[in-house]
């Protein structure tokens, strides 16, 4: 179970990406456009909160419990979390970045029902999710980082 966790983690960064760039995309031609709020622009807005609230629990069972959990691993003796890289990133700045950009594209989807002319809701969505975009990019463990580095797909080490 743990590497089919592991694994859906890997693979729901890429359904939240494609979702929220599409948010993004519908919330600027809407706001540039002057166009009308839609049903279909709602959903697309909920599949994206959908997939970033799911990642974000199984994030919290990776951190707590996964092979570098805080519960099954402990730091190399004598270091400090701030001082050791590699966990640094696992246990403080991915969950904490992640945990932003959830907030951010909470507040995005929020905008969906708020009672404010519908230029308003496409603009603030498009602020809030443009952030929680450049907030992933930045905290996902690309396999091109040094040391932290993932692979790109699930099982592909
Ligand atoms: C919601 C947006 C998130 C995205 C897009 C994301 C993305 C990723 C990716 C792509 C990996 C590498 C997976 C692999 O090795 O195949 C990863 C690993 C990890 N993530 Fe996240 N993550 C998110 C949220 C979180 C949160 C909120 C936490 C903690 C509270 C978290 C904790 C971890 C941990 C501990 C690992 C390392 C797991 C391991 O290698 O055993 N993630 N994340």
């Known amino acids: 179970m743990e590497t089919g966790l592991l694994h859906l983690h890997n ?3 890429w359904v939240l ?3 929220l760039l599409w948010s993004i995309y519908k919330a600027y031609t809407g706001w540039k456009g002057k166009k009308t709020f839609s049903a279909g622009d709602r959903k697309i807005w909920l599949f994206t909160l959908i997939s970033a ?4 629990l199984i994030g919290l069972y990776q951190l707590a419990c996964g092979r570098y959990g805080i519960f099954r691993t402990s730091l190399p003796e004598g270091e400090s979390l701030m001082k050791n890289h590699f966990f640094r990133f696992f ?3 991915h969950p904490v970045a992640m ?3 959830v907030i951010l594209i909470t507040a995005g989807y929020k905008m969906a029902k708020q009672n404010v002319a519908d230029e308003v809701k496409y603009r603030k ?3 809030f999710f443009l952030l929680a975009l450049v907030l992933i990019l930045a905290a996902v463990p690309w396999p091109f980082r040094a040391d932290i580095g993932r ?3 699930p099982g592909m080490n």
């Not at 609230?53 to 974000?56: E, L």
Request: no cysteine.
């Open 91 to 93: 246990w403080v700045e």
């Open 151 to 153: 692979p790109w797909f």
């Open 11 to 13: 693979l729901l960064r």
């Open 53 to 56: 609230h799911t990642n974000f």
């Open 125 to 127: 969505a498009f602020i």
């Open 17 to 19: 990406l494609i979702l």
């Open 99 to 101: 945990l932003l950009s």
